[in-house]
């Protein structure tokens, strides 16, 4: 059972909240109850917040952990006023200081994109999405000149989530193609990658976790098999060696390792936060 409430509290969507105060609460050793209290802008609002994190506090008897990113001051002090919870406002905490710091304002915008109409980053990283789909698993060829990343490995060795995490958490446009029996009777990589072998990263794994994964997708099949994941992955990884391309184990790595150790080895020019 969970033994603490946490609430994330925010004007914009909250994820700015939900992403740093599970960082920290990461570092604990308990399972809180997450609640998300996004669009939080007006003082109605910001009194139905408090009347539901004081409720909380009144039926569990202990301080829920209130993580706020409030950029209107107005609604921040109706919470900072009224909550029983333990308030961490992320903002106070860390703007007003890097302002005194910088000698500048902070343009106290809600969320990452202000006004996404307006917002190249946000547009750009759309883009980056749409071409990361379209070349998903070796859909598509075409303008491949424009990837910032090309991943290859087997089936199912993590390619396709790493793509999409690219995409949407840096901007980057990154094509995936899957390496299959007819790239190891070659010997060699599929040709339309040949000519951007410096954008291309290789993924792994240890065979055994590789026949499990697609034993959930196709029980009992060929595809599946032990010998079969293992035969692929030592000529796939043979094939990166001989090719000289850099690559690792997605084994026990998560998303996020993953695509940070790709960011560290491709650096690519165009980089979105």
Not at 180 to 202: C, N, T
Request: with cysteine.
């Amino acid at each position: 059972m969970p033994n603490r409430t946490v609430f994330f509290i925010s004007d914009g969507t909250g994820i700015t909240a939900e992403t740093f105060g599970n960082a920290i609460l990461a570092q604990f050793e308990f399972q809180p109850r997450h609640v998300r209290l996004p669009f939080v802008d007006t003082v109605d609002k910001a009194h139905q917040a408090v009347r539901q994190v004081n409720h909380t506090f009144d039926a569990e008897g202990k301080r829920p952990i209130v993580f706020t990113t409030l950029v209107n001051m107005e609604v921040l002090r109706v919470i900072e006023a009224g909550c029983k919870g333990m308030l961490l406002d992320m903002f106070g905490t860390f703007v007003n200081p890097l302002e005194q710091e910088l000698g500048l304002k902070s343009n106290h915008r809600i969320g990452r994109f202000s006004d996404v109409s307006k917002s190249q980053a946000y547009h750009d990283r759309i883009e980056a999405i749409n071409f990361s789909l379209a070349h998903d698993d070796g859909q598509s060829n075409r303008d491949l000149e424009s990837a910032d990343v090309i991943l290859v490995g087997v089936s199912r060795s993590g390619k396709t989530p790493t793509s999409l995490y690219l995409a949407m958490q840096y901007g980057l446009k990154a094509a995936n193609y899957p390496l299959i029996p007819e790239d190891f009777e070659r010997q060699q990589l599929p040709p339309a990658l040949v000519p951007h072998r410096k954008k291309m990263f290789g993924l792994s794994i240890d065979p055994l976790r590789l026949s499990e994964i697609r034993n959930e997708r196709r029980p009992n099949s060929r595809y599946a098999a032990l010998d079969n994941c293992r035969m692929e992955v030592s000529e796939a990884e043979a094939m990166m060696r001989r090719s000289g391309v850099r690559w690792l184990s997605t084994t026990t790595k998560s998303i996020e390792e993953i695509a940070t150790t790709i960011l560290q080895e491709i650096r690519p020019e165009r980089l979105d936060y």
